[in-house]
């Protein structure tokens, strides 16, 4: 077969397990697409090809083995996922040189599958940040238009999936850093309900929001990956100790979306959206009409407060995560400080970046004894508000749908200046994360004037990640494919 990497991960799976190619031709695709494009695109920190290759070479001499879902399958890993023996910077300096004793729960489950690890992929620093622009290392490029921004902050794993570098990935969405990237590069993205997929092993940003999810080409091979990964762990307190649901399985049960209600919240089809956005999200929800949907109204009528909520929740969940990393332990340490205090300082000052600094910053803020009440303790009380809009509108619709970013992709560099810019970005992601629930983002089309890809929002009731695949699946199958990034071109 002449070029692996146009193949979907589901396809690739059938190559391998009928023998038509090898684990070691499917890693060597993925390094030598690597090779091609990651010059443009700086979409990944590390590429440990001789481990990758010997591990591909390990499974062809045992041959496939059909209780490995994912045998042979090359993946993409965020850089805030721990992986044994195996550089885990979070984007950071302060983390620059760390390799950790222990695979994180999803990795351990990834090897368990069979899949390959080809990449670990950049990333905002710990995961902070929606354009990828605030790595320490290097922005990464959207493969679609190069001066542009792959989202965030999973972007580094969204640009490889999008460019054919790994046939999936593993991304974070903390509020919304998988949704959104999948959104600008043209990718599927789905973000589990809180605790269906373990935290153990993803460095915290923000413990009650993070979420581990799949970036992946097609509504299927997101259905893969997340089967593989999802299940209880008894070393996350936060696991859902319930049973998996078949998300294959729930691909193949409908036909058509008849019977279907989908919710259209008002407040994501206002003031602000972009009219090309708003144009491609609107046909794919005519495209669900035609199989048999029906739109119906809702009200989020909190989602105004989702924003200052999310930022103050984040940033004190953030500021209490991010006190570990002193130059003591682990991680950077400055060695010309005399004493212990300026040693934290000069440590953590030269360690973290900008946003990292200004995020630690107001999390301390807002946690501090004379203004706890006033902020964080106001802010929980409006996130249970935002979880009871989504579940008095579940009452009345079967999933909700909204796109998953007000505007396409944005130039490098035109937001860097203004963080409160960045920041309301997130305005149609985030609320979900405030409720635990999940999200998934599929290809609604390309943008009529700029050419760049949209995403359509999905969103559901707790676990009901295989309604949102089934549902999607079927979108998938209507919506005009977006074809090959143009950037690489």
Known sequence: MSDL?????????????AGRTTAAQ?????????????PRL??????????????????????????????????????????????????SRILENFVPPYDAFVIKKLREAGAVIVAKANMDEFAMGSSTENSAFAPTRNPWDTERVPGGSSGGS????????????????????IRQPASFCGCVGLKPTYGRVSRFGCVAYGSSLDQIGPLARTVGDCAAILQAIAGHDPADSTSADRPVSDYQAAIQSRTDLGGLRIGLPAEYWGEGLDPEVEA???????????LGATPVPVAL????????????????????????????????RDTEAQELIDMYVASRSKGFGDEVQRRIMLGT????????????RKAAQVRRLIRQDFLTAFASCDVIAGPASPVPAWKLGSLTA????????????????????????????????????????????????????????????????????????
């Open 5 to 17: 990497t146009s193949l979907t991960l589901t396809r690739l799976r059938d190559e391998l397990a």
């Open 26 to 38: 499917a890693v060597d695709a993925c390094l030598d697409r690597i090779a091609a494009t990651e």
């Open 42 to 91: 700086s979409a990944l920190l590390a590429v440990p090809a001789d481990e990758a290759r010997a591990q591909a070479q390990a499974l062809d001499a045992a041959g496939p083995d059909p209780k490995q879902p994912l045998w042979g399958v090359p993946l993409a890993i965020k850089d805030v996922i721990c992986t044994k023996n195996l550089r885990t910077t979070c984007g």
């Open 158 to 177: 969204a640009a490889a999936v999008a460019a054919r570098q790994a046939f999936g990935a593993l991304g974070t969405d903390t509020g919304g850093s």
């Open 280 to 290: 491609a999200c609107r046909g794919a929800i005519a495209a669900a009409e035609k």
């Open 301 to 332: 009528p909190h989602t105004r407060y989702a924003v200052a909520t999310y930022y103050i929740v984040a940033m004190a969940e953030a500021s209490s995560n991010l006190a570990r990393f002193d130059g003591v332990r682990y991680g950077f």
């Open 365 to 376: 803020y807002v946690l501090s004894a004379g203004y706890y009440d006033a902020y964080f």
């Open 418 to 489: 203004d963080p409160l810019q960045m920041y309301l970005m997130d305005i149609f992601t985030i609320s979900l994360n405030l409720a635990g629930l999940p999200g998934l983002c599929l290809p609604a089309g390309l943008g009529r004037d700029s050419g760049l890809p949209v995403g359509l929002q999905l969103f559901g009731p707790a676990f009901s990640e295989d309604l949102l695949l089934s549902v999607a699946a079927q979108l998938e199958s209507a919506l005009p494919g977006l074809g090959e990034p143009r950037g690489l071109a």
